[in-house]
């Protein structure tokens, strides 16, 4: 399994943008995915891609202020947030998976196996 190392977390202001990476998966991945649990709340999907082919899927809270992108040079896979709103406070994990996910299971986290330690991202109004 990988070990996937979470970074770029912190604390905003309403509107703020901050670009979360996730590094320390191989080649062998399929899908990336993001994820995010607020505190009482469960583990949600956030965004994830198809690793090397590049297509995204967003949760409709998200779409149209996340966007997930991959560099295959760094192994590196990115989630760029803009316009942050403050229900957007949660621990954000990556996680990854060598096998196939059908596009309608890659927002859920139990087709994951290989999971980050996550990084806190906390947005104030």
């Known amino acids: 399994q990988a070990q996937l190392v979470e970074s770029g977390g912190g604390s905003v202001q309403a509107g703020g943008s901050l670009r979360l990476s996730c590094a320390g998966y191989t080649y062998k991945t399929k899908c990336i995915g993001w994820f995010r649990q607020a505190p009482g709340k469960e583990r949600e999907g956030v965004a994830g891609?198809?690793?090397?082919?590049?297509?995204?899927a967003y949760a409709e809270s998200v779409k149209g202020r996340f966007t997930i992108s991959q560099d295959n040079a760094k192994n590196t896979v990115y989630l760029q947030m803009n316009s942050l709103k403050p229900e957007d406070t949660a621990v954000y994990y990556c996680a990854a998976t060598m096998g196939w996910i059908p596009p309608s299971g890659i927002m859920s986290s139990s087709a994951y196996n290989s999971w980050g330690q996550g990084t806190q991202v906390t947005v104030s109004s």
């Open positions: 891609i198809y690793y090397g082919i590049g297509t995204t």
